[in-house]
């Protein structure tokens, strides 16, 4: 898959830098570059469930991701965002405005994380609050998750152990459908570590009490991923 889209690059965007998650970094001669991480949610691919995506951001010269895709092919769904705007694409052809939800108390969320195993223990102890306080809590949906609270029907997602091919797909469709995203510690995205994304930022507000407690420290080798804040 990632072979099939460095090919596509190269011929219609042949000054363009790629960096995936399988084939390392191709160089950019004009500064742009894309993200690409070809099967993100493999636990989910290998058993046959429908909510691994593929992820697909192209940024600008500072890191900025500009645009991003989360694509998910089996049911036939393309969620594209951009500054300002997210769309749907649907098998059938069909294109509909991404917005998501106002919901703004923890009680009244639906909340996701891929997996609370996965995180540390300090994590697992701010997940559990977080879990404690939420309407409804659902898991295994990886990047999916995200596409779901740019459409609206998942109202925060928290996660740990990103990766940059993991996130930058996801910030362009969540802030163009009017969503909000952060570090837990309130502080802009890293290219890699802890990510939490919600519909508003009174959500993210009331997330964060329970998150800022386990914020990790920001690793040098991770740095800003610009453009993440909550403005």
């Known amino acids: 898959a990632e072979t099939a889209m460095r090919a596509l690059i190269a011929h219609e965007r ?7 998650e399988e084939f390392g970094v191709t160089a950019s001669q004009n500064g742009y ?22 992820l697909i951001a192209f940024c600008d010269p500072h890191g900025v991701p500009l645009i991003g895709i989360i ?16 769309l749907l694409q649907t098998s059938g052809g069909a294109t509909h405005d991404l917005s998501v939800s106002r919901t703004e108390q923890l009680n009244h969320a639906i909340i996701s994380t891929t997996d609370p195993f996965i995180l540390t223990p ?12 939420a309407r409804l809590s659902r898991y ?31 910030l362009p469709v969540i802030r ?5 995203a952060c570090d837990w510690s309130g502080g802009t995205a890293k290219r890699e ?10 959500l993210l507000e009331a997330a964060l009490i329970f998150l800022k407690p386990q914020a990790e420290a920001a690793s040098p080798i991770s740095g800003p991923l610009p453009g993440t804040d909550t403005e």
């Open 122 to 133: 300090s994590e697992q102890s701010a997940w559990i609050d977080l879990r404690h306080t």
């Open 14 to 20: 042949p000054g363009d830098g790629i960096r995936g």
């Open 176 to 180: 163009g459908a009017g969503g909000v």
């Open 71 to 86: 694509d998910q092919p089996v049911l036939g769904e393309r969620y594209s965002g951009w500054p300002g705007q997210a």
């Open 193 to 202: 570590g802890q990510l939490v994304c919600a519909a508003t930022p009174a």
């Open 140 to 170: 295994g949906l990886d990047a999916y998750a995200y596409a779901r609270l740019a459409a609206g029907s998942i109202d925060l997602v928290a996660e740990s152990g990103l990766a940059l091919h993991d996130m930058a797909a996801l």
């Open 33 to 54: 570059y894309w993200v690409l991480d070809p099967i993100d949610g493999t636990r989910a691919y290998i058993a046959g469930l429908p909510v691994w995506t593929t």
